[in-house]
Structures are given as C-alpha cells and as structure tokens.
C-alpha cells in the first residue's frame, strides 16, 4: 500500500486506529477454545467488528510464536483474510526484527513477501545494513523503534551524544536511508512531551504510536504535538480492544471500544 | 543448560565453536531439493557432520521464517533433533527479539519453553523491560546485542555519552538484570580491538563472537583480547562451514572445515 492510499483511507473514514492483534490464550473466550484454530476465529470476529473503525491491524508476532506451528498458522490464515477481505487495511507486522544484511533480507522475504504484510516493524541497534533490506520493495515500509512507549526506553533511548538522545540520532540517521513514502517511526504515546521534538526531525512521516489505552497514553496529547497535514499518525489500540469483554459477547464490546476511539478520533481528521 | 555444563563440554572437546545453522534454499546443494524437508536434512546432514567439533548450534530463525510454515516446521524439527541426540550441545535461538514485557514474556515462550532452546538473542533497544521476561526461566539464557559484527554498528552502537559508547551503557546496564550464569553477549570479531574494554565490564561472561570467516573476523584476535578463565568464548561460524561445497560432498566438506577451526582452537583451551 502507498502513502496515497492510505491517507485517502484515513480521510474518508475520519479514522487513524490500528487495531493490535495480540491473541492471547489465556485471555481468549473460552467458547472459542473447542474450535479448531481458536486464536485465528477470535482474530476473525474482533476484524469483522471492527474493521469499519480502523484503517490498520497490527499482528504481533510474539503472540504466533509462542504456540509454535499452530500460531504461526493462524498468523498466516490472519494475514491471508485480512488481504482477501480487506484489502485497504494497511497490514503491520509487529515483529520488532533487525540483523546483519543477508539476515534482514530474509526476515524481509518472510513478512513482507512470503507473509505479504504491507509493513515490519524494525529495531534500529544494528544500524544501516540491519534496516536497508526492508526497504527495496514497491509499497512496503519498514516502521523503525524510535521512542518506545515502555519504561525500559528510559535506559538507552534517551542517552545523550552530541546534545542529542539516542532516539534522535536514530530518526536522523535513518532520513538517509529511507523516506516519508516507505518508512515509519514507532513513538509511544506514553512519550507524547516528545512528540513536538520528533516532528521536527521527521515533519512529514507516519507515526505509529502504541501505548493509548492499557498502557496509559492520552489521544489528546498525541494529537496535539503528533498531527500533520496528512493526519501523519496511526494509534494502536490492542488489549483495550481485544479484552473488552471475556464472554460470548467480545467482538460486540471490541466494536463499541473501537467505535469510542473512533468517535475521539472524528474532530482530529 | 548451566554455566558449570558448558565450560566441562568446552573443556572436554577444547572447543568453542558454535555452528550457526542459517538453511538458504538458494545454496542448499541441489540432490536434497527432492527430498520431504529440504532444509532439515541440510541441517540434520550439518549436525551428524560438525557435533564433534564444536559446542553449540545456532539457528537463524530468519532462515525458516522466510519460508513460512514449512520453515517454522524445519526449525521445529531442527531443535528436537538437536534436543533429542545432542543434549550437550548449547542451543542458540537467534532471534534478535525484544519488545515490551508482556510481549517478550511470549517469545520467551515460544524460543525457551515451546521450541527448548538453551537461549535466545535479545535486542537491548527497548530496555529494561525487554529483557528481563527471558532471564525467569532456570538454566535458560540471554544473549544480548552488544556490539555487532557489521557495517551498520557504527551508526549509534559507538555514540558516546558520558565519555562511554553505547555499547558500553548496554553491558553496564544489562548487568542489573542478569548475570554471568543466565547472560551472554553478542560481540562482533570483526571489532576485536574492543574486546580488552568490554572485558574490563564484563570479565566472566560468555561472549558469543560472530563475525570469523565469511564476515572476515580472526581467531587469534578475538582469543588474545577475549578469553578469561573459563574460555568465556563461543566463536559462531555460519556459513564457511555450511557452504564449504554446494555438492554431495557438502557434509563432509563441512566436518573439514569445522575440524579446521577446532583444531585452531585446541591451543587456547
């Protein structure tokens, strides 16, 4: 999917929420758990319901691995229903990967070709050689760690060098090897005080920004210092969604949570 | 795995090396192609081959990700293999994960309870947080991102804050999550010059050494910089061993080339 696409999608739908989809047994309703592919079925019904609020899902991966070739199954039928049936929703795979070149091309073969996601999200430590891979295919986009929204950012992410924290220097360094049109940032809405700073490095790129909801970050906030002319933000919601309700009834409560971010959301687009 | 079991194995072989299992379909030699599981009768043929030689195997799980399911099942049936016949040889998933704790407790899951690796390469990126869910498990490691053996390590593994590079703030940091009994690091051989700093840090802790043989790193120079009482050294040869011939003879001209490196190390064990 191009730049293009998906502000038109953001725009019509008055809408800039990714739907984080972090399937967790322990959590899942237990009616689901006598199917065959519980975690794909729970996966199916909160896209079904939710699909008219959002204009992106964000598989993670870690939450397919853990149940080895049966999660990896269902991120695949995921993936695969997701650009059937709905083929505008911009597709993320939150793998959080990065690794020496010829590694990264294949993870990049993995997600972005064999999987056919629309992005990865890439962690920046390994520098030019661990990001470029990613970013050699028409209408895919690497989404790069820049200010997470955990406590452990805290640790490195804001080291100083030059005047500067680690974040930055990573925003500015990876102006050189890609751009507003195939790569985004990941900044945690947890750190929205940053987000004025951010926008003066990167003024024009796509911000995809967790941690509104269970993690404790304000939509208002993000707004305020992460808008752009073009919207410029995507906020995932995941647990808050997923985990509405526990009952028979969770894709109607993972609906109306969708619908009440939506509903903040309408003045900002 | 132990500590105490890994340094009796080291001693015992006096080796060190680590075989890195990294399966391209592209340089697998052609006569396996027809067989059921191409890449897990690569990896079994490489196993049988190289198991006395060295003391660990590495599997790149970019590798079998890149192929999908039946990659996953590769990797599966790679690490039962390994599980099953070698049980003294420490197992390396290298993963390169890392993300927030609920999330790194999932790959957690999925590398060292779900496949039973011995441990799993963590990016130190994201902190705190990111890391600690891999150290809750007993006798299972994490060997974390320190300085890396490519090109790309320069861009913010080397800037410096408080006179120290941010390879050295990983070390000194990580030393409050973990320790010498469930930590190791990634370090590069192709930066040897730094291993007498990194020491000083971390003088007991294993170091997992990428970087010798295709990547252009030299024993002699990571040994005279890195070796501490215990060997402290697990030198990972990637694929000098595993294409050492893309023909029939490939096992065999693997075994030579790992005996080579073994023989290599008897001096310094």
């Known amino acids: 999917m191009n730049r293009t696409e998906l502000i038109e999608q953001i725009r019509s739908k008055k809408s800039f929420l990714c739907v984080g ?7 899942i309703p237990k009616h689901l758990s006598s199917t065959e592919d519980p975690i794909f079925e729970f996966n199916k019904a909160i896209i079904d319901a ?8 964000k598989p993670n991966t870690a939450f397919y691995e853990a149940y080895g070739i049966s999660g990896w199954k269902s991120l ?6 997701l650009n059937n049936n709905f083929p505008n929703h911009f597709t993320i795979a939150d793998a959080k990967r990065g690794d020496i070149g010829n590694t990264s091309a294949m993870y990049a073969k993995a997600f972005l070709d064999t999987l056919n996601f629309d992005s990865i999200t890439v962690a920046p430590y390994m520098g030019s050689d661990s990001v470029k891979p990613f970013l050699t295919i028409p209408n895919k986009w690497v ?6 929204s955990n406590e452990g950012a805290f640790d490195f992410q804001f080291l100083k060098s030059n005047e ?10 990876s102006k050189e090897w890609g751009n507003e049109n195939n790569m985004m940032y990941v900044v945690g809405a947890t750190k929205a005080e940053s987000l004025a700073d951010i926008r003066k490095i990167i003024p024009n790129s796509f911000l995809l920004v967790p941690g509104v909801g269970a993690q404790g ?4 906030e993000v707004c305020k210092y992460g808008l752009n002319k073009d919207c410029g933000l995507l906020i995932n919601s995941s647990r808050a969604i997923l985990y509405a309700s526990s009952g ?17 959301m309408l003045k900002f687009v």
């Open 143 to 148: 989404i790069l760690l820049a200010l997470t």
């Open 248 to 264: 028979e009834d969770f894709a109607i409560k993972a609906k109306e949570e969708a619908m009440k971010v939506h509903s903040d």
């Open 217 to 220: 970050g304000s939509l208002e």
């Open 164 to 173: 500067k924290p680690l974040f930055e220097s990573v925003l500015e360094k």
């Open 21 to 27: 989809l972090d399937p967790d047994m322990n959590k």
């Open 50 to 57: 939710t699909h008219e609020h959002c204009v992106a899902y």
């Open 76 to 81: 695949e039928k995921t993936i695969e229903y």
